[in-house]
């Protein structure tokens, strides 16, 4: 069982960058891929990125490669996104998720945050 809290989202200009964090209860954690998803309203939720327990593969959307870091320190039981050069097309609610195999798909995800808001103003 892991529960994730994600947290870091809020309102920042084009441009402009965030860091998000979710951070991971249970022991299993370092075992789990890790992704990242978002969804604006009247859209369907959409992969982002996703992590190895390892770090050592990661994946990205096209529409947000080159432009954001996904990372985790499983000593801290944290996954990570950095976003930079953020587009107002960006804004979501963005959910991260934990999942067995490295996977796009949110059917192959067991596990799910609440949420956090990102804005971004043109």
């Known amino acids: 069982q892991v529960q994730l809290v994600e947290s870091g989202g809020g309102l920042v200009q084009a441009g402009g960058s965030l860091r998000l964090s979710c951070a991971a209860t249970g022991r299993a954690f370092a075992t789990y891929v890790m992704g990242w998803f978002r969804q604006d309203l009247g859209k369907k939720r959409e992969f982002v990125a996703a992590?190895?327990?390892?770090?050592?593969?990661?994946d990205y959307a096209d529409s947000v490669k080159g432009r954001f870091t996904i990372s985790r320190d499983n000593a801290k039981n944290t996954v990570y996104l950095q976003m930079n050069s953020l587009k107002p097309e960006d804004t979501a609610v963005y959910y991260c998720?934990?999942?067995?195999?490295?996977?796009?798909?949110?059917?192959?995800?067991?596990?799910w945050g609440q949420g956090t808001q990102v804005t971004v103003s043109s």
């Open positions: 998720a934990a999942a067995r195999h490295l996977r796009r798909l949110q059917g192959d995800y067991s596990y």
């Open positions: 992590i190895t327990w390892n770090g050592a593969t990661t």
